[in-house]
């Protein structure tokens, strides 16, 4: 009996996913069946494979997007400027540091504040 636990356990495939990579629609659907009551926080980890920390923080409000890190100091425009402009540097042979792409980020936001 002990040899047939052993072998189940090794041939079991892990249903957890990677960090992050579920949905946002089972990530509302496994929240739904826990905050009835339906299934527990680990249940709902086995069956859809969602973290129990990403789960409880989702369920008590501690985080409401899956984004990880610091929010972002450019917009989307100003990220094509300063992609644009390192393209058209690197086309031309030339080396970046990284004080001119600070200093390149500075001009393309000096509109506004920030960290730059």
Known sequence: MTTQRLTRRTNRVPTINPRGTWSKESLETTMD???R??????????????????????????????????PNVLNEEEDEVVVAW?????????????????????????????IF
Request: glycine content about 10%; aromatic content about 10%; hydrophobic content about 40%.
């Open 33 to 35: 069946v826990v905050e």
């Open 37 to 70: 009551g339906i299934t527990s926080l680990w249940g709902a980890n086995k069956f859809w494979g969602i973290f129990v920390t990403s789960l409880s923080n989702h369920l008590n409000g501690k985080t409401k997007s899956r984004k990880i890190g610091p």
């Open 86 to 114: 390192v393209l058209n540097m690197q086309k031309c042979g030339l080396s970046i540091t990284l004080y001119q792409i600070k200093w390149k980020v500075a001009e393309v936001t000096q509109t506004r504040p920030t």
